[in-house]
């Protein structure tokens, strides 16, 4: 029988075969030890059978047609062709737990059936227009978006991606201010394009082009800083920079509340609140790049920089927005937004009617099914158990963030702190064999990205424990 003339239950049949005998690449040299393999959890999805082409072939094709040097991960890379809610399904019907979650951008789950019927039934009626007509479906997401935000923020641009709203936000402020000079932390990201890059503080995003007006502080990182978690040292050197580095007027200071790309970094406490001050006296707006952090992730708060009780001037989102839809956003005061009046600013894809209700659909998902509630439970037992695990393995020189925001950070000596690079991705392969598909980052390449659906359950969390635990025993 060809593969394509499987039916459902021998497909189940063999998925159901691959779960019973799922093990990493070292465990299948030691048959003995495969009742000891943590067991995935049960979930009652069968997955359609897959009549596309193979990784091999996509392989080929992608190297021709889609040339770039980010990815694929994996050797051999995955070829995933379904997805529900926190699982993922490769070519053959193999199941994969989702422990990255595109990203940190899937935020209610692969295919949830509220967003999938919401972007559905927007398609069939009417898919696209430009804000340069009234639709209720943009304006009904900018004014829930705003009513998630301080009373302050209430005025909302709409781009189509985080680089997009970054790039919107770094033009406002330096509009508004009537300066050049944008201050962010060392190892965050911001973006590609032009302004972003200037603003990114990671040499391997930056290109060669000209960046300019742009002051990289010393990161605020508890574990490998030079003042610990004393948050208000670090933010002298952003006085330093202003008095030694400019006029003494500046135009703002974009930070991310937890470093994403950078390793999942949680800023030293105080920091943000110290730097805040700082750039107001100096005439610069604040700029939140809630991107990665926003919509819930943290568990404790719906906005990251909420955790360090300070209002920004300026809020940029994109990824968990949308679950997988492509569209960003910034949000500030209508006041500040009348600088975009001086000139005609206008974005063709900035609202797109089917993106706008892809975006609503997941505000409200997260308040229906308590996903922020759910991010800060089982994130905090996620932790709690990576925390465990660091006593037990070496290797595990921190595990740090917020809800399921997190990152454990690999290292091969615990006082020198010596990045365990090369160990990381030996980590990170069989993690994926074992079935849990994990991120990766860090300025030194050795931290282990943990962002996934905020629909993770504690049985995906110690399955996913016990498969790290498991690969670091092994090796």
Known sequence: MQPQQLSKRAVWDKICGWQRRLFSTIAR??????????????????????????????????????????????TPPLNLVEGKMQYLFDENGRRYLDAFGGIATVSCGHCHPDVVEA???????????????????????AEALAAKMPEELKVVFF????????????????????????????????????????????????????Q???????????????FGSDGAKYANDVQDVIDYGTCGHVAGFIAEAIQGVGGV??????????????????????????VQAGFGRTGSHFWGFEAHGIVPDIVTLAKGIGNGAPIGAVVTTPEIAKVLTQRYYFSTFG?????????????????????????FVVGSYLKERLNSLMEKHEIIGNVRGRGMLLGVELVKDRQLKTPAKDEMLQIF???????VLIGKGGFHANVLRITPPLCFTKEDADFLVDVMDYTMSKM
């Open 29 to 74: 040299t030691n048959e003995d030890d495969a009742h000891l393999l943590p067991q995935m959890p049960h979930f009652t999805h069968t997955p359609a059978p897959y009549k596309g082409p193979s990784a091999s072939d996509l392989l080929k094709r992608r190297k021709q047609y889609l040339p770039t040097s980010a990815g694929p991960f994996y």
């Open 119 to 141: 972007i559905v039934n927007q398609t069939k009626l009417l898919q696209h227009t430009t804000v340069l007509y009234l639709n209720h479906a943009v304006i009904d997401f």
């Open 159 to 210: 781009t189509n991606s985080g680089t997009e709203a970054n790039e919107l936000a770094l033009m406002i402020a330096r509009l508004y201010t009537g300066y050049h000079d944008i201050f962010s932390i060392r190892n965050g990201y911001h973006g590609n394009a032009t302004s972003t890059m200037g603003a990114t503080a990671q040499w391997f995003h930056k290109f060669n082009v000209v």
């Open 212 to 226: 300019t007006g742009c002051h990289h502080v010393l990161t605020p990182d508890p574990y490998r800083g030079v």
């Open 265 to 290: 970094i949680d800023l030293a406490p105080g920091y943000l609140p110290a730097v805040y001050n700082i750039i107001k006296k100096a005439g610069g707006l604040f700029i939140a790049d809630e």
């Open 351 to 375: 609202g797109n009617l089917v993106c706008a209700a892809a975006g609503l659909a997941v505000l409200n998902v997260i308040e229906k099914d308590k996903l922020q509630q759910n991010a």
């Open 429 to 435: 392969e069989q993690m994926k064999d074992m079935g």
